[in-house]
């Protein structure tokens, strides 16, 4: 794989227009072609982010043989068909969370990436920021004992934005507070520690006939509980505390849109003074991403690493969120 990748972009949404930004910022990529179904949006993003090929097509995009790697900024239920497809050109791939709508899709797309042998991530961008390794780190050192409790919530006014057929809280936003709640408890029980967990969940349905705000009550091998809340129609509010038979871990900052400043944690022993820890990092979560898929690449791997989420990691966290869905009442 050549140092400066060639990416192409699938989608023109304002997710599409940050990822382009993080390319833009990393200086060893190269944004080579933008893919669209409407033609004036089409040439309104690749003149803005300077691209100089765009497709209408999506197809001949992703089968085109100067890309190196294809981002899919597409709704959730089109994430499997286009990971499908990139993973039969034999393109490397980045696609934006949720990695589907559920198991059936997900089993496809991860199958097609595993027969091709391709590189692949799930957009769970926080993950590939120092934040995310110094929160594991915290854990993983014994600060706060044995894990017994995790409480996370993550709530956005984004309802009228998103597509009714990417499923709406869970998959939007609910991902964020799963996956970083799979990274603690894998980190800390290994990854068969989710083969026994129990959910049960209410929830709320919005005119979509979408689930627009739910809560969860995830009980695993009956020694840990966890509680996660999102909502897709009203706030910004970003909220992530660990307990622990020592003490406790709490995110002070938004942990899921960490930036080159402002992120902290607090973490202490019961009764105790609270550590103040503040994470100083070179950007946003976005450009460190670019900046592990472009090392990746270069290191002839098919995943990232750890904190950073693998295909098998996507495939839980799948696996949580729509056992979420299921159970909600």
Known sequence: METTLKWGIVGTSFISGVMADAIIEDGHSILHSVAGRNLDNLQLFANQYHIPNIYQDF????????VDIIYIALPNHLHHEFIIKAAEAGKAILCEKSLSIDMEKTHAAINAVKQHNVFFAEGLMYLCHPFANKISQVINEGHIGQIKSISGQYCAAIAEFVNPQSRGALYNLGCYPASLMHLILKQHFGRDYFENAAISAQGRYGQDGNICESSALIRLNNSVLC????????????????????????????????????NQLRVSEYEQAEQVIDIKADGNAFLYQVKQVRQALKANKTSLTFPSATIDDSLQIMQILTSWEQTVK
């Open 59 to 66: 197809d001949a995009l992703i089968t085109d043989d100067a």
């Open 227 to 262: 509680q996660l809340h999102t909502a897709e129609d009203y706030g910004l509010h970003a909220s992530f505390t660990v307990l622990g038979t020592k003490g406790k871990l709490n995110i002070s900052s938004n942990p899921w849109l960490p930036q080159a400043t402002g």
